[in-house]
């Protein structure tokens, strides 16, 4: 039967085994972002679809890294001044070209690292990102599904996927087609990526914030907000990093 305990069964082991089995991965990309950020990089973070919620769960929040943006697709409306009605395509994110406004939209520095999600991993606007990423020089970092990836034919003109272009690739774990509980007649209900990738997300942070440690240095982190003396504290953070992200002029 379909319902809040049976998810929880079902999802319980996949989160143990995604601590287990990407914690080599995680290590190696959070040397990947430490080492960027302690030399003023930014990080980016993109993701199309639901897999938004990784990189929000990056950006710009309380116990998280002040040096990061999230790029999404609504960039090309919000920062490139393109008429809304381009969002209603359901299929942009399929678009190859639309990597290009993204990627010239967050004006990157040499030294940023890249963390790009996406569940399939194959949508033209994701890959073409990931290969401009590379292209120019920065480390990506993929989030994505390995068994739903392997499973589906790219739809980039290279025939490439998303894992195929980064320096590290971090596994889900969600399914394939994303859905974890079956449905009698076919089909299943209740997604997995929007939950490890949060997971993921925090992962990364703690490992980031403990090369720091290590270094001797003060990481970067936000306070709440919504604490005494958060808005001081997160303000002169992100005034050492003025029009590199995007809560500064």
Known sequence: MISMQGYVAALRPILDRLVDREAAGIARAADLIAASLRDGGVLQAFGAGHSEVFAAELVARAGGLVPTNQLAVRD????????????????????????????????????????????????????????LVKERGHHLIAVTSVEHTARVPPRHPSGRRLAELADVVLDNGAPYGDALLPLEGGGAVCAVSSVTAALLAQLLTAEVVRRFHLAGEAPPIYLSANVPGGDDHNHALESRYAGRIRRTA
């Open 76 to 131: 090309l409306v919000v920062y490139g001044g393109a008429a809304p009605r381009v969002l209603d395509d359901p299929k942009l994110e399929r678009d190859p070209t639309i990597a290009h406004q993204i990627y010239a939209l967050a004006a990157p520095q040499p030294r940023d690292v890249f963390v790009v999600a996406s569940q399939s991993g194959i949508n033209g606007s994701v890959v073409e990102l990931a290969r």
